[in-house]
C-alpha cells in the first residue's frame, strides 16, 4: 500500500524552520520535543521526516550551507567574491547563523566521526570555490594557497568579530586584507 505522496515544498518549510529555531536556540540542546512544539507538529512528524537527531542536524548544516552560497553568489574574481562572503558573513543579521557555526565546528573537531559530513564540506566547499574565483589561468598550488589563506584569514576575522563586536577595527582589518587580493 502505498503512502501519501511526498510534500517537497512542505518538507522545505519545515527544513528552514528548524534551521531558523536551531539558529536562536543552539544544536546542543536539539531535542524533538521543543523543536516540535516550536514548529507547531508533532514529533512523530519530525521523526517522519528526518529520520534521527543526527540527520536532522545533517540537514540543518546541509541548509546553513545552501544559504550562505545563495547569499554570496559569484561575482568577478577573487577580490570582489571575498568581498562579497565578507559583507554577508559579517551582517549583524547573520550573526546566530555564524555562532551556530562556530559551535558546530567546535563540535566536529571534538567528534569527528558524527560530524564527518560537515568536516567534509566545512573546508572543501569555499576552497573549491575561491579556486574557481582565480580563473583558469590560475596555477592550482598557487589557487589553494590562496584559497586557503582566504578562508582560515575571513574565518578568523568573523571569529573576532562575533567575540568582541569590535565591527570597526575587524571591517578596517577586513578591508586591508581584501586590499591584498588579485581583483
Known amino acids: ?6 510534500n517537497h515544498a512542505r518538507r522545505a518549510e519545515m527544513l528552514d524552520a528548524v534551521v531558523d529555531y536551531t539558529i536562536e536556540h543552539g544544536f546542543s540542546d536539539l531535542s524533538w520535543r521543543p523543536v516540535a512544539a516550536a514548529l ?16 536532522m542536524l545533517q540537514e540543518i548544516l546541509g541548509r546553513l550551507r545552501e544559504r550562505i552560497f545563495a547569499a554570496v553568489g ?5 577580490r570582489a567574491d571575498v568581498a562579497a562572503v565578507w559583507e554577508t558573513v559579517s551582517d549583524p543579521r547573520r ?3 555564524f555562532r551556530l557555526f562556530f559551535a558546530v ?6 567528534a569527528p566521526e558524527q560530524f564527518a559530513d560537515f568536516l567534509d ?8 570555490s575561491l579556486c574557481e574565483a582565480q580563473g583558469p589561468d590560475t596555477d592550482r598550488v598557487t589557487a589553494t594557497r590562496t584559497a586557503t589563506l582566504v578562508i582560515a ?17 575587524v571591517h578596517d582589518a577586513a578591508e586591508a586584507f581584501l586590499a591584498t587580493l588579485p581583483a
Open 153 to 169: 584569514t575571513i574565518r578568523g576575522l568573523l571569529l573576532d568579530l562575533l567575540a568582541t563586536g569590535d565591527r570597526r577595527r
Open 105 to 110: 565546528y567546535g563540535h566536529a573537531l571534538q
Open 95 to 97: 550573526g546566530g547563523e
Open 74 to 78: 559569484h561575482r568577478d574574481g577573487l
Open 40 to 55: 507547531g507538529v508533532s514529533t512523530t512528524s519530525l521523526v517522519h521526516r528526518f529520520g534521527s537527531k543526527e540527520q
Open 121 to 128: 564540506h566545512v573546508v572543501t566547499d569555499w576552497m573549491n
Open 1 to 6: 500500500m502505498a503512502g501519501r505522496p511526498v
